[in-house]
Nanobody
Framework: QVQLVESGGGLVQPGGSLRPSCAASGSIFSIYKIYDMGWYRRAPAKQRELVATITSGGRGKYIDSVKGRFTISRDNAKNTVYLQMDSLKPEDTAVYYC????????WGKGTLVTISS
């Protein structure tokens, strides 16, 4: 059974930080380390977007709106990907998901990140 389990979201004030994580398991992730992995988000009334990618070689790529504030990392021994989010803004409010890049058909439930004072 393929699973992607996100955790670590929450409610923080603008300027705060969060570090969600995502654990992958199942047959397609038996060779997890070869996949590029990404964090996606879906904000209210918006389409899901790819926010950050980490290549199999460990290189991070980001959309312009999070560059310099978000850092993606991975632990291949744990099949886990992380997203360090600093200097959070209200517009970062969304449900955050992880998946391969490009995405597989398997999506987790996501983790809700709410930025509000």
């Amino acid at each position: 059974q393929v699973q992607l389990v996100e955790s670590g979201g929450g409610l923080v004030q603008p300027g705060g930080s969060l570090r969600p994580s995502c654990a992958a398991s199942g047959s397609i992730f038996s060779i997890y380390k070869i996949y590029d992995m990404g964090w996606y988000r879906r904000a209210p009334a918006k389409q899901r977007e790819l926010v950050a990618t980490i290549t199999s070689g460990g290189r991070g790529k980001y959309i312009d709106s999070v560059k310099g504030r978000f850092t993606i990392s991975r632990d291949n021994a744990k099949n886990t990907v992380y997203l360090q989010m600093d200097s959070l803004k209200p517009e970062d409010t969304a449900v955050y998901y992880c998946n391969t890049v490009p995405p597989s058909d398997y999506w987790g439930k996501g983790t809700l990140v709410t930025i509000s004072s």
